[in-house]
């Protein structure tokens, strides 16, 4: 693969002025991958002063420079350049409370997390491989470098760096970095909240997300312990051959790669445990565990601090996965009014991804059939422009105000019930009808 001009300058700038510099990390990786890497970091002897000097032209950044890193603009990108160094003293478990600078770039490689990402290549002197990451490459696995334990105490947020290495390019865990994932997990509790969730993100969104994570719930526990309870959870139904954990990470497997929906299918049943009841047969019936659940996904999102929006929608779909699809075009309308396009196909790919994951019994058919025509009657009433939305109707709240709603909070009221009447199929939205409807609403509201 072709190095970008702009990264053969950057380390032909740092030679000439003496120093010596090469491409390292996830591009090195990606590379001998044959993937395109996602940005090019380059770490040099050359310290941050050094940097700065050479680099005295361009517009730098400079954030990262206490731990030695200095971005520079080139090509239209930004380029990490760090100073080789090693990290001592992991005082909070996260952040390295000193950085100490080295001459070495052995030193500088065998601080890095895992093997596959701890190598460093250059246009002309070649590949710095010292612990054995191409082995790992070809073998298809995430192996820290150095003894693991001590490697996930000096820093947990590695354990799900290594569960997102593996999900994104579809390894797996050596045995030993596993075991250890598995005994340092209770660490987990001190990385703060917005790195945990961009990891545990992140891996979700993986190609092989769902075989991860069927293999890793006792080492998210710490991290979301509201997955305990579904661990081992037998559901009773001859619907499912898996339990709730297994479940749960099997559709996430059957999921597009949209966050919203792969966070949906991996928590979509998190809030069965508790609400088991077994009928006469003996067959197991989860009742209200829908709304418990999405309770439950606004608690682990909240506590995770993902944004708003999504915390919003991930609950939504969670609380809305069961419900009866409505199969008329007035019933997909009010779902569209809910959820407006992208929910409603996120809730349909949530559904499949569920229904997939479940064993293939009659009734699982039934119900991915009926998926299939509420899915078809969706884009149907897309196609052909149906009204759900305020925006959409034909008319705004300056002409109701004219049919002789009060201007203020009747104007919303007559306009949500004139929407409410196109949905429904009692007026069409044109101007004519809806402004007549207007002027009897206005003296009704
Ligand atoms: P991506 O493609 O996701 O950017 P990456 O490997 O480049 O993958 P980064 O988070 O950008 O990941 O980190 C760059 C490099 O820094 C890694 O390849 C690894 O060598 C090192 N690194 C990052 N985080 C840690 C960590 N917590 N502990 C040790 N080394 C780390
Ligand atoms: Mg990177």
Not at 52 to 73: C, D, N, S
């Given at each position: 693969?072709?190095?970008?001009?702009?990264?053969?300058?950057?380390?032909?700038?740092?030679?000439?002025?003496?120093?010596?510099?090469?491409?390292?990390?996830?591009?090195?990786?990606?590379?001998?991958?044959?993937?395109?890497?996602?940005?090019?970091?380059?770490?040099?002897?050359?310290?941050?002063?050094?940097?700065?000097?050479?680099?005295?032209?361009?517009?730098?950044?400079?954030?990262?420079?206490?731990?030695?890193?200095?971005?520079?603009?080139?090509?239209?990108?930004?380029?990490?350049?760090?100073?080789?160094?090693?990290?001592?003293?992991?005082?909070?478990?996260?952040?390295?409370?000193?950085?100490?600078?080295?001459?070495?770039?052995?030193?500088?490689?065998?601080?890095?997390?895992?093997?596959?990402?701890?190598?460093?290549?250059?246009?002309?002197?070649?590949?710095?491989?010292?612990?054995?990451?191409?082995?790992?490459?070809?073998?298809?696995?995430?192996?820290?470098?150095?003894?693991?334990?001590?490697?996930?105490?000096?820093?947990?947020?590695?354990?799900?760096?290594?569960?997102?290495?593996?999900?994104?390019?579809?390894?797996?865990?050596?045995?030993?970095?596993?075991?250890?994932?598995?005994?340092?997990?209770?660490?987990?509790?001190?990385?703060?909240?917005?790195?945990?969730?961009?990891?545990?993100?992140?891996?979700?969104?993986?190609?092989?997300?769902?075989?991860?994570?069927?293999?890793?719930?006792?080492?998210?526990?710490?991290?979301?312990?509201?997955?305990?309870?579904?661990?081992?959870?037998?559901?009773?139904?001859?619907?499912?051959?898996?339990?709730?954990?297994?479940?749960?990470?099997?559709?996430?497997?059957?999921?597009?790669?949209?966050?919203?929906?792969?966070?949906?299918?991996?928590?979509?049943?998190?809030?069965?445990?508790?609400?088991?009841?077994?009928?006469?047969?003996?067959?197991?019936?989860?009742?209200?565990?829908?709304?418990?659940?999405?309770?439950?996904?606004?608690?682990?999102?909240?506590?995770?601090?993902?944004?708003?929006?999504?915390?919003?929608?991930?609950?939504?779909?969670?609380?809305?996965?069961?419900?009866?699809?409505?199969?008329?075009?007035?019933?997909?309308?009010?779902?569209?009014?809910?959820?407006?396009?992208?929910?409603?196909?996120?809730?349909?790919?949530?559904?499949?991804?569920?229904?997939?994951?479940?064993?293939?019994?009659?009734?699982?058919?039934?119900?991915?059939?009926?998926?299939?025509?509420?899915?078809?009657?969706?884009?149907?009433?897309?196609?052909?422009?149906?009204?759900?939305?305020?925006?959409?109707?034909?008319?705004?709240?300056?002409?109701?105000?004219?049919?002789?709603?009060?201007?203020?909070?009747?104007?919303?009221?007559?306009l949500n019930a004139l929407l409410d009447s196109v949905i429904d199929g009692e007026v069409p939205n044109e101007r004519d009808a809806l402004l007549q409807r207007a002027a009897y609403l206005a003296h009704l509201l």
């Open positions: 693969m072709k190095w970008p001009r702009e990264v053969l300058t950057l380390l032909n700038e740092l030679e000439q002025a003496g120093f010596e510099a090469w491409a390292v990390g996830g591009c090195v990786r990606d590379r001998l991958l044959g993937r395109t890497p996602a940005d090019w970091d380059l770490c040099t002897n050359a310290r941050p002063e050094d940097l700065r000097r050479i680099f005295a032209g361009r517009p730098l950044v400079l954030t990262g420079v206490k731990h030695g890193t200095v971005g520079v603009a080139a090509g239209g990108g930004v380029y990490e350049i760090t100073t080789y160094r090693t990290e001592k003293d992991y005082r909070d478990r996260r952040h390295p409370s000193q950085v100490h600078f080295v001459d070495r770039l052995e030193e500088d490689l065998a601080r890095r997390d895992f093997t596959v990402n701890a190598m460093a290549c250059h246009p002309r002197r070649g590949l710095r491989d010292p612990f054995g990451g191409r082995a790992d490459l070809r073998g298809q696995q995430i192996r820290c470098v150095g003894d693991a334990k001590t490697r996930f105490s000096e820093d947990a947020l590695r354990i799900l760096r290594g569960l997102r290495l593996a999900a994104q390019l579809d390894f797996s865990i050596e045995d030993e970095t596993l075991a250890a994932m598995t005994a340092c997990r209770s660490l987990l509790t001190r990385i703060s909240a917005e790195r945990l969730y961009g990891e545990l993100t992140r891996l979700l969104c993986g190609p092989a997300a769902g075989r991860v994570l069927a293999g890793c719930g006792d080492i998210l526990v710490p991290v979301i312990p509201e997955l305990a309870p579904c661990i081992g959870l037998e559901q009773h139904s001859i619907h499912h051959d898996r339990d709730v954990y297994g479940h749960m990470a099997a559709a996430v497997a059957f999921a597009p790669a949209d966050p919203n929906v792969r966070w949906a299918a991996f928590l979509h049943d998190v809030g069965k445990p508790g609400c088991l009841s077994l009928d006469a047969e003996g067959a197991g019936h989860f009742y209200g565990h829908n709304e418990r659940g999405a309770q439950l996904v606004q608690k682990i999102l909240t506590r995770l601090h993902a944004p708003k929006s999504r915390i919003a929608r991930v609950s939504q779909l969670v609380r809305m996965h069961d419900m009866a699809l409505p199969a008329t075009p007035q019933g997909v309308r009010r779902w569209l009014r809910r959820l407006d396009e992208t929910g409603l196909m996120q809730l349909a790919a949530l559904r499949r991804a569920d229904l997939t994951a479940h064993a293939c019994t009659p009734w699982v058919k039934q119900r991915l059939a009926q998926l299939d025509a509420f899915v078809e009657t969706a884009r149907a009433q897309l196609a052909a422009g149906a009204c759900y939305r305020l925006d959409m109707l034909a008319v705004n709240g300056r002409d109701v105000i004219e049919a002789g709603a009060v201007p203020g909070p009747e104007v919303g009221r007559v």
